[in-house]
């Protein structure tokens, strides 16, 4: 097991105290979430994942006086893309080197825990040193490292409760890594895995919130001789894939987990033969045992790296004339999924940006209509495919508004060319991709490589499209307020108007935003928080000259209106 250092508790210190730190909360906390605004507790500001706030102190109207209240530096450089956590003023984040607590109306510190890896760890890590953030559960603050384990912290102090190891093979000498934010379903806390580049078999697995006892495991990639085995030819599934870095969202009434898996490896598909289940799927698993209770596949056999991992959204919209519960994604591969949360079956599914692998999506097999880019890419042909490997959106979620029955989504607008020669055998313990396929970015205009679109569910079409010179990687935000709040690669964090997307206020951050922006309300007046902090692999690896010049370091900033 890799060494762990965990940095002394540093409680800040000031003249003027800083707010309590959170008492415990419970199951039913959560479950209440999206009816607390003054609490941000759960990823995605409810189970449901819509990123939608009920909060409209802040609006159309008076957007333009929103200032910052105070900024917060996280000592890091690698990149920021947490999801704060928000309880009794007290605001929780992570980087991938520390936890931290501050006060939610000044920013001080409260309390700061660092975390430290061996060099190899930060190595092995694909796509990305970052974290996506921590749970909260009576009185803990819970996160994943990126050497595999999961850590308990007492909200108050910052001391540790317990720490837990991912068993077996899950080691970064295996090229697993967790970057994700864990999800807590009546005291079980859930976590997925990245490095599918690394030719492992990916999977969600659970853990007691109370001890960090392992609880169970979901492979997303079947062992030879299990069911969905037969859908990898030659035993291909031994090379795996199927990570899952990104987080799901909970229906309580179904009591299920809907988690998104990514692509299968290696990614040159010729010499992986058939559907590859369950990679690039959503999967629905009892949160107490793991049981798979259904599954749906957007890309079988998938040659383009379109991970499905992103974050399902519960919502009601309308439905052949009638409100009816889905769940939502916006898919990498270019497709809007609309699914029956109950069994997986599919409602809609149309292209919210440009595509050309497929034809569309039989609505009766789910399946898509593979077309000659597709075909022609497992042949060993040269083709020219929309989305590129960045996809119509990458891991950024969109938010959904009830009020306007809209999805917020910012999306990429770049193609590629793509190559794969004859499969070489993989090598274990190397990165699966780099090498067995040749890929080159194609653009329509260097000038728009991304939107920000408002999205109808059923229909993929936009209701408007804000166009930016770099993609958004940023999450969006929703209010009752009619606000749209997203980051710019360059900086800027913005809020746009969500019936026309005209941009209302934008404020200048000291780096790239990739981060989630939360709302949340203290003494009666609404707040905005986000981290500010370029990284990732876009930023790292796209040679995007709009981004040669954007420096480097995570901070965390608040916003109020100015009321004098």
Not at 224 to 233: D, R
Not at 411 to 433: D, F, N, Q, R
Not at 436 to 462: Q, W, Y
Request: glycine fraction near 10%; charged fraction near 20%.
């Amino acid at each position: 097991m890799k060494k762990l250092l965990l940095a002394t508790v540093v409680a800040a210190t000031s003249a003027v105290l800083p707010a309590a730190p959170a008492m415990a909360q419970s199951s039913q906390d959560l479950l209440n979430d999206h009816k607390t605004p003054g609490d941000v507790l759960v990823y995605g500001m409810g189970y449901s994942a819509q990123r939608y706030s009920t909060l409209a102190k802040i609006n159309k109207s008076n957007v333009k006086k929103l200032v910052p209240m105070w900024s917060y530096a996280m000592t890091d450089n690698r990149g920021a893309e947490a999801f704060p956590v928000v309880k009794d003023g007290v605001i929780y984040t992570t980087a991938h080197n520390a936890t931290v607590a501050v006060d939610a109306l000044t920013g001080k510190q409260i309390w700061r825990v660092a975390h430290d890896y061996p060099p190899e760890t930060l190595r092995v890590v694909c796509c990305g040193v970052v974290n996506r953030g921590a749970a909260i559960y009576e009185g803990k603050i819970i996160r994943a490292l990126l050497d595999n384990q999961l850590i308990a912290l007492d909200a108050k102090t910052g001391k540790e409760i317990w720490k837990a190891v991912s068993p077996a093979p899950a080691t970064t000498a295996n090229g697993f890594a967790m970057t994700g934010a864990p999800l807590v379903v009546n005291g079980v806390v859930i976590a997925g895995v990245a490095g599918a580049e690394y030719g492992h078999r990916g999977f969600i697995e659970a853990y007691d919130a109370q001890t960090g006892k392992h609880l169970w495991r979901h492979y997303n990639v079947p062992a030879p001789g299990e069911k969905g085995a037969e859908t990898w030819a030659n035993d291909s599934n031994v090379t795996g894939g199927g990570s899952s870095w990104v987080t799901g969202s909970y229906d309580p009434e179904l009591d299920l987990v809907f988690w998104g898996t990514g692509n299968p490896s290696p990614w040159n598909a010729r010499g992986r033969k058939g559907d590859n289940l369950w990679t690039n799927s959503i999967v629905a698993l009892r949160p107490k045992t793991g049981e798979r209770v259904w599954f749906y596949q957007a890309s079988p056999n998938d040659p383009f790296d379109y991970d499905g991992v992103h974050t399902p959204v519960l919502a009601h919209v309308k439905v052949e004339g009638k409100m009816r519960k889905v769940l939502m994604q916006a898919n990498r591969n270019g497709f809007l999924y609309v699914l029956d949360p109950s069994n997986g079956k599919l409602l809609a599914a149309n292209t919210f940006g440009k595509v050309n692998w497929a034809d569309g999506i039989d609505l009766t097999t789910g399946r898509p209509k593979f077309n000659d880019v597709f075909n022609g890419a497992l042949e060993g042909r040269k083709v020219t495919v929309w989305p590129s490997v960045s996809g119509v959106t990458n891991w950024q979620h969109m938010a959904f508004s009830p009020k306007t029955s809209m999805l917020y989504i910012n999306t990429l607008h770049i193609g590629m060319t793509y190559e794969a020669p004859e499969p070489e055998k993989y090598v274990p313990g190397k990165p699966s991709g780099p090498g067995s396929v040749k890929r080159t970015t194609v653009l329509e205009d260097p000038n728009v490589r991304g939107f920000l679109k408002a999205v109808d569910p059923m229909t993929g079409k936009s209701k408007w499209e804000v166009p930016y010179k770099s993609p958004n990687y940023s999450s969006t935000l929703v209010t009752a307020g009619d606000l749209v709040f997203t980051g710019v690669m360059t900086g800027e964090f913005q809020a746009l108007d969500a019936d026309t997307g005209k941009v209302l206020w934008s404020f200048q951050t000291p780096s790239g935003i990739l981060a989630q922006p939360v709302t949340w309300e203290k003494n009666g007046k609404q707040y905005v928080t986000v981290m500010s902090g370029i990284g990732g692999v876009y930023a790292l690896r796209a040679g995007d000259p709009n981004l040669a010049n954007v420096p480097a370091g995570v901070t965390m900033w608040t916003f109020g209106l100015f009321d004098k």
